[in-house]
């Protein structure tokens, strides 16, 4: 019985001896072709592990950044993490990573410990906030902690900013912090904190917003002061503020604006991020370079682990092969996450380009990202068709299909093997191939920095501005004309003489004749007080009443006829005139509405023909008689109700034989026609 224990243990020494042998000659081959790698004799050691890695660099230093977000939390910021971790009281240990889909934050956090062996406050940090905080073997009310930071600041506040707030609300104890916990998720609820940051859009919205407040609130005041101007003089009312007000608060408005707008506007960054250095911009690269000098298959140590052993050691021998192979040549794979955070702004084809240039040796470099499961490759060198490759390449590599989206590892691995398979399919080139130059990444350091307020936008502002402000004062136009018509319909004013022949019709409705005739005869019998104070008013007064019967409301209505009417407003305007102590007997022949006549002229009164008739008229009917006869015909005073032969309206003159028929003659002759046609003497 001894003797057969003997025999399986000298039997099982002897398996042993030789497995050692295969195992220490297997990586002095490899080494004809390829340099051995510390990845891949870490494949069985727990070490290689993404919690084993992080535990490492926590050993190292309690606060771990990463160098994959430099755009959002550059490595530099190291320091402003550690001078706040040391705030909480207890040892806190602080790793910034980007956001992985596949992990569970408190999973990864108690992998970090166990492996660390130490206890303290494990704190897990994105690009935005705190996302995960356990306490192993200290007292700290880290969830407390993680709520006030989730509820009180904005989504933008930025990672710092939010550690920052969790450590303060660490530092307050256990009682107080779950007291402010349940104070803040009372008052946000569902709603979340205001932001403290503006985009490039929101800037843009303020350039447009200060262009149009510079052109259009000066440009409006002048519109607005020159309109009511206009209708001050029309109204023949006298000037009571001076005249270089408006141009003044004009100018003392776009002052204001151009002072002011800085001060409301006053954001100048879009984010929290710090500006990068050039190392935080170059350490992510340079540590990828550095691993692919030493192993073609680089795996990122931050990210869960898509490649198994096997798959790891299939990828190196079919890497070997193909170096080996005709017009074959270097394959170097990164298994990095791309993110918008990352120095190449998420571009796998810039990202390559860094790499290549930094290892410094042609090849294909193949991009697989573990977060999205995407591969991109890219030829810098290599003497193979890879553009014949991206024809025939099936969109399940590059891209993945169902099973991978189901799969944790994208089924990487997998892929990366169809990858080699095609690429040794590809045909052969005479010359290497090469990538064209790819865009260059926006700039960090102005990436988060917001354009000047009076650019960008302002300049369309300015003509926008000015367009509004055109349109409002139309609107304040047009919305006085019919407030002013609407009063007039209610309590008719009579209209400023100096603008009675641009008002006036020449052809007037029966109800525009009859609310003017009621407003000049109130007007006229308002302004009126005695007979023997002014004879010629009066004489002017009592002949439109008599027209009217005695009987002012007449005026309004419909029985009275429209020559009528016009005889009353003529005659009452004539004895307003006559207040003033106007002593002018003729009115405008060609247009009696138009008002008094500055003389008499031989105008042409018919379109048709040469007829010519002398009639007094007033300034603009003798302009236009003088510099364009023919004009006047159409000038000429018709009334409603009435044809001519041709169809159209006959001059009032032909229209009636009333006392109308008499204005021609002058004022005194209407008044004596007024008096035979009544029998008054």
Same mark, same amino acid.
């Given at each position: ?79 402003? #993490? ?9 040892? /806190? ?9 596949? +992990? ?23 690009? $935005? ?33 939010? #550690? ?105 960054? *879009? ?10 911009? $170059? ?60 120095? $190449? ?33 890219? &030829? ?6 890879? &553009? ?7 969109? *399940? ?65 300015? #003509?926008?501005?000015? #367009? ?6 139309? +609107? ?39 609310? /003017? ?16 104070? &002014? ?55 060609? &247009? ?5 006549? +500055? ?6 009164? *018919? ?75």
């Amino acid at each position: 019985m001894t003797s057969s224990r003997t025999r399986v243990l000298l039997l099982l020494l002897a398996l042993c001896s030789l497995t050692a042998l295969f195992a220490t000659a297997t990586p002095a081959h490899a080494a004809d072709s390829a340099p051995a790698t510390p990845a891949r004799a870490a494949d069985s050691a727990p070490a290689t592990t993404q919690a084993a890695y992080l535990a490492d660099r926590l050993r190292e230093n309690p606060v771990y950044v990463t160098d994959q977000l430099p755009r959002e939390v550059p490595r530099s910021t190291a320091p402003d #993490f550690e001078r706040l971790a040391k705030k909480t009281g207890v040892p /806190t240990y602080v790793l910034v990573l980007p956001f992985q889909i596949s +992990v569970d934050e408190r999973q990864l956090l108690g992998a970090v410990h166990d492996r660390l062996g130490r206890d303290g406050l494990y704190v897990l940090v994105d690009d $935005s906030d705190v996302t995960a905080a356990t306490a192993y073997g200290v007292r700290a009310p880290a969830d407390a902690a993680s709520t006030v930071a989730l509820y009180e600041l904005p989504s933008d506040a930025g990672p710092l900013r939010s #550690f920052e707030r969790f450590v303060d609300v660490v530092a307050l104890g256990e009682e107080k912090a779950v007291a402010r916990a349940e104070a803040a998720r009372a008052t946000y609820g569902d709603d979340e904190a205001a932001e403290m940051y503006i985009g490039p859009s929101d800037r843009k919205n303020q350039s447009f917003l200060t262009g149009i407040l510079l052109t259009g609130v000066p440009l409006l005041i002048l519109l607005t002061a020159g309109y009511a101007g206009r209708r001050r003089r029309r109204s023949g009312a006298e000037r009571r503020v001076p005249r270089w007000v408006a141009p003044g608060a004009a100018v003392l408005t776009a002052t204001a604006v151009v002072l002011t707008a800085p001060a409301v506007f006053d954001q100048t960054r *879009s984010s929290a991020a710090p500006a990068p250095t050039p190392a935080d911009l $170059s350490a992510r690269v340079e540590r990828v370079a550095a691993g692919l000098r030493q192993d073609p298959v680089y795996a990122d140590p931050e990210s869960p682990r898509v490649l198994g052993a096997r798959q790891l050691e299939r990828l190196h021998e079919r890497i070997r092969d193909f170096r080996r192979s005709e017009a074959g040549g270097p394959v170097f794979v990164s298994v990095v996450p791309q993110t918008p955070e990352s120095e $190449s702004a998420g571009d796998a084809m810039l990202f390559a380009a860094a790499v290549h240039a930094k290892v410094g040796e042609d090849g294909l470099y193949v991009i697989a990202d573990p977060d999205d499961g995407t591969i991109d490759f890219y &030829n810098h060198g290599l003497r193979r068709d890879t &553009n014949r490759l991206s024809v025939d390449l099936p969109d *399940s590599v590059t891209f993945g299909d169902s099973r991978a989206d189901e799969a944790d590892d994208h089924l990487l691995g997998e892929r990366l093997d169809q990858l080699m398979t095609f690429l040794g399919k590809a045909p052969r080139t005479e010359r290497p191939g090469s990538e064209p130059a790819p865009a260059a990444a926006p700039r960090a350091a102005d990436e988060k920095t917001l354009p000047p307020l009076f650019a960008t936008d302002f300049w369309p502002g300015l #003509f926008v501005g000015a #367009f509004l402000a055109l349109l409002l004062s139309g +609107v304040v136009a047009g919305v006085t004309w019919i407030v002013t018509g609407l009063r007039r319909r209610r309590s008719p004013e009579p209209e400023p003489a100096g603008l009675l022949p641009v008002t006036s019709p020449t052809e007037p409705s029966a109800s525009y004749l009859r609310r /003017t005739a009621h407003a000049e005869l109130s007007a006229l019998t308002r302004e009126f007080t005695t007979p023997d104070g &002014n004879p010629r008013a009066w004489d002017r007064l009592d002949a439109a009443m008599l027209l009217l019967d005695g009987d002012p409301d007449r005026a309004r209505k419909t029985e009275t006829d429209p020559a009528t009417l016009v005889a009353v407003v003529v005659l009452a305007r004539a004895g307003r005139a006559a207040l003033t102590g106007d002593t002018d007997d003729l009115f405008c022949g060609v &247009n009696p509405l138009h008002g008094p006549a +500055v003389s008499r002229h031989h105008v042409r009164v *018919s379109a048709q023909g040469n007829r010519r008739r002398l009639l007094p008229v007033c300034e603009p009917c003798r302009d236009t008689a003088i510099a364009q006869p023919g004009g006047i015909p159409g000038r000429l005073l018709t009334l409603p109700g009435t044809a001519s032969g041709d169809g159209g309206r006959p001059p009032y003159y032909d229209a009636t034989d009333g006392p109308l028929s008499a204005v021609p003659g002058g004022i005194a002759r209407l008044i004596d026609k007024v008096r035979e046609t009544a029998g008054v003497h």
